[in-house]
């Protein structure tokens, strides 16, 4: 039987298998009592526009010991690129930035507004604290775009108001996720074999894990900090 060599791609697709990947899911733990809310005491010059003290976002603890905002990922070879087509933001509002960390796939841009109306300066900095940019915004509404090419994570810090900054992870693939207030975390669609997961947090540091796909959930611990 001869083929019609217009249909061949159709068939193709057709006769594809269909690769169905598996979740990942789990919670980010920190051992011991949960830790104080931490304090940040502001400066007498700031404290009109930005009041005499706000709550660190650092590191943040619920009562049952979850961690928020740790980065998970599994580490591999993936041949999908980041998904595309999302926006993504981190405002300036109230002093601070918002979200505290942000996640998103290299080669997209990221705006970056000022909702405060008041002068901010904008500096960026990577893992070898090479300054990436710095810029004033010193207008409410005023927005921001940086494109992020490579993988890694970007420190954010306003020049101006020292207690100010955010962390940007840049990933290459699309299998990341962060954690909840209540520590909890899943990654979808991850391909079928054996992983070794990464769990960073800027406080606490980072944890790995060796994964596969029939073990879910997963617990990581922090040990206590006092430990």
Known sequence: MKINSKL????????SP???GFDLKGEVRLEGPPPKPAWL???????AECGEKLLSPKLRVSPEGGVENAVVWVEGNFP????AGKNYALDQKNCEFTPHVLLM???QTLSIINSDGFLHNVRAFDETTQMLFN????KKGQVLKKRFDRPGRVL????????MHALVVVQDHPYYVLTS?????RISGIPEGNYTLHVWHETLGELKKEVRSDISPLELNYPAPNQ
Request: with cysteine; hydrophobic share 45%; glycine share 8%.
């Open 8 to 15: 061949l791609p159709f068939l193709l697709l057709f006769w």
């Open 18 to 20: 269909v690769f169905l």
């Open 41 to 47: 005491e502001v400066e007498t010059k700031h404290q």
């Open 80 to 83: 999908e690129p980041a998904p």
């Open 105 to 107: 796939p290299a080669g």
């Open 135 to 138: 810029d004033a915004m010193p």
């Open 156 to 163: 954010v810090r306003c020049g101006l108001h020292h207690w």
């Open 181 to 185: 207030p209540s520590g909890q975390f």
